[in-house]
């Protein structure tokens, strides 16, 4: 394969000559570990430069290249879940000329997506949905009498989502070619939880792999002649086969044939035990032990830094992970200073302690704090059951996560008036994860809850009070949002407040704006007035329900501009517009793709300058 | 106890004059077997004449009692999963002079609500809630120091609902006096589906109760006052308690103690398995065999027929459930007519087959037929895999039960932009089910997904109509939006449409409705032409995304009245309100009530009657 080689670089592949993957098929064991290894440099560096999810993909990488080398994508189809950890996939799937690319705007996606590529077999970005979907395409392969394999690929920690087990629980009776890839990393985002990791890690250490190595080398040297003969030769050797599979596991108790564990890193392991898979064609979970971080020790020393993180210094490899100076952080102290005062207040985190700040609180009071795994329902429910109980449950989660609870929103905490806390992370854009973590459907969703009360504070201090009056105050479903990344303060400074703000000069025109727009907003109308317009600015703090004060000031304008970063349907400026107020309303008009937040803001008209642009427009147009 | 027998009925128990739960403690076994007659002839009773859930409150009548004599409500609080399987319970907890209103206005509801009393310990309603919301009362108890109990009780269907997982993975190991009695009763709503099922399925069969109740009696007889030295006691004998635990289970897997399977119509021995698992004091699985619908002879051989019925017959027993009359029915029979010809539509349903109309297709074309188990998630993200995959999957759903899936809709298939349908049954007021049930959030929380089409047929005709429209012209994600119960047309008869009907006469006015409230438009539009009023009406058929045609040609009246069986955020007269249309908005303030859905058509102002009145009252206020 040294055709394949380029000659710039020693011994490096040229991953953008070669006809991936199926070439990867004609490497030797020597060469796949070559090719590992470089693999490895190009992730560190392009996540250095980008950011991007390292620790998942550094573990992954010879599990990739072991999928590719025993079955066919895109006929056979592979499915990532959480799709961050599919960066070697991505390499080898024909993207290497875009890779540095990644996470750009028009670059390629940091997660799956099938408009992306044919071998990206379907979308990834929220945990746990993997099973389901692969089942559905197994499913559909099997009406259609195709024979080809659905392989899902997931972490334990997508295992602690409840829609795993409704995925596992349907597909282990399906009689399909499901394949399910169990990448064992004892590590979720945080610290994984529950008696399922517990009992995965049993499972781990168990020495089944050399059995099942000899007992597939005997089923494969037998069956020189892919297809069909080596199905029924499989047929006729169950009784070999069952050799290989570690038994009485909760896996088989599910209807599963089982293979593994399987050192994640090691090629050869790694095919013998996919190739037992592939010859049982029935649903098998395989099981495979990886290290998060693999080969890059900063990463391997702390994983879960490493997750998502922002770009990178390469030599000292500090990560950019929730910074003292950040919405999230400001959350998690305020949090946990009002939990010092009042013993009954609870942290609830679904996995991802470290990004939402809740760091402090778990550190500070342990007993009070629970991390409850990639499981928003049980979390939703939960603070439910506290809350009965005469706690105050305050749980933290990002955006675009809450749409897993919608239903428990509602059903276990609206209806019986139960007052909780959502601490709305990552509210609004959130930049280079794109349009599956976007978080522009929180307001439209949490409107759609009788009783929700919704602050979107616009600088730290205003986030403290907000969510100090959430936990002391009202009563009820409480919502405290705000974004990601840090405060960004407009020149001058503003009182905080947890109602309204109104800048009034007599203007005819009004702009209103909330979270951290306020700032662009500000910023627009010192652009404004320096061109002789003048307009008059209001900032609602609780933006939910709507305010009769606000309403009321508003219905005096000849137009009122609203500025937000949330989906147009169920949007707050279309509930003042159905109040009879003349509005003119910038929001999202569907997904947003990734790039940068402040490109995106740009683009979306929620910048400082577009604002100031279509407010001239207005002027100009003689409309006032 | 002879004082707490009534005289007018020989050997009755006046279970108003007792002390409930408590007395329930002084009865002999042989009088509460005498009990347990009683109360089962009370709810058949009951139930003919209100309808109900009969069959799973048969299965659960001594469970129930047992659950009382062993522990102390409301200090022990017990949590009914879908709390329809908690008649007796309600029965048994100070409330049966009061049961005979149940499900009835202003009377008792069909499920567990903690303001109807205290011995409630959590809302009940949708599936699957009840171990994330034990935990969270367990949790708080053990941080307050309260050593008493939190029992959820929940059937082997809510056990395929992925949020049972979320909260098994978390309670195993949450070191609390939690007890999950799990009530097999082979039977979810409909025929119990999956890997779970079957794994229970040969757990019921083991015969580990005898060695149970001797270990018991062992242990019970040793310790005879109760609290703290039970306690002592039974941590010494740690080995002895092991002994009745049935092992090597997926729920020890899992971090349980596992007690059963136990005879659920044997109090003896549900008292014997209940004590043990109080005894073990960590968190504990009972396992209860129950026969649904026991005690009733039609309704065991039938216990789907008797799932949630409609007043029926109590000699014949002939339930009400989905007759050929109905919207679900005559959904089932087009969806089975259109995917004759098209060999790619498939069907979906979450545990309701009978209830959805979709038994037409099961019965003719299995292959294409899935039921998933109470796993609306899975189902979402199911479909979405078929539908990547060629095929034209149908996900029949309740509207209430839609919501678990909110994320799915928007991540695994609206993203994409995957053809996919959803046949929304039950939207709308469905009446005595009440609060956990209306479909009133189905249209505020779909139209907060980009690229969703939704119908809402007002007939029959039009049904089919959208129907074979969603399934073989649009594309991307529709819903098609229909009510509970039978078609209900008013006088005159109307052409079937999919877009936007009209009776247009050069009114000043007019009146916009969709689905049934349609007929009802109809029926007080010929009352206000009776007063010499002359409005116009709109019919929406495809009623998002909002019409350009609609939108103009409402915009030249003076008022616009709309008439919605939807909560007031998110509705669509809310969406033609925002584009500067003059309306007067009828629609659900919140969460409505359980009554009759005529009467509470009525309450919320959507009666034929109460619109006519309406317009009326605009009218003589000489607004027109």
Redesign the interface.
Known sequence: MDNTKKNNQADEFDLTAMDLPRDLKGLSISECRQLARQIRRTLITTVSKNGGHLSSNLGTVELTIAIHRVFDSPQD?VIWDVGHQAYTHKLLTGRADRFSTIRTENGLSGFT???ESEHD???S??SS?SI??????????K??GDEHFTIAVLGDGAL??????????????SRTNLIIVLNYNEMSISKN????A??LSTLRTKESYHKTKSAVENVLNSTPIVGNPIKQFVRGSKNVLKDMILH???FE????EFVGPIDGHNIEELEAGLSAAKALRCPTIVMVNTQKGHGYAPAEANPGGYHGVGAFDLSTGNPDVVPEDSWSAVFGRKLLSLAYEHTNI?AVTAAMKYGTGLYYFHHALP??F?D??I?E??AA???????????I?VFAVYST?L??C???L???L???DTHAVIGVDRAGIVGEDG??HQGI?DI??L??I??VTIYSPSNYRELEICLEKAILSDKGLCAVRYPRGAEKLFGGHDEADTELVRHTRGARVAAVTYGRLYNELMTADAVLQKHGITIDIYKPVKIFPVSDRLAEALKGYDKVFFFEES?E??SIG??Y????I??DRTAC???VAHGSTESLLDKLGLSAEKMAEKIMEYFENGKA
Chains 1, 2 share one sequence.
């Open positions: 189809k997506r099938p408009d077999a379907f979308i970005g929220h949905n389901s979907a692969a089942l559905g395409i197994a499913v559909s392969m009406l259609k602690t989502g409840g829609e795993s087990f409704e995925g596992l629980n349907n597909a282990g009776k939880v529950g008696a399922t517990k009992y009485s596991t909760m108790d599910l209807g599963f609870c007993r009070r629970f409850v795994g499981a329902q049980h429910t939960f603070c439910g059951g506290l809350a009965s109980n005469g706690m449950p996560f749409q897993r919608y239903d428990q509602l059903h276990d609206s209806i019986i349009e599956t459907f439209p969703f409107t759609t009788p009783g989906y349907y169920g279309e509930k517009a159905a109040l009879g003349n509005t008009k569907g997904f």
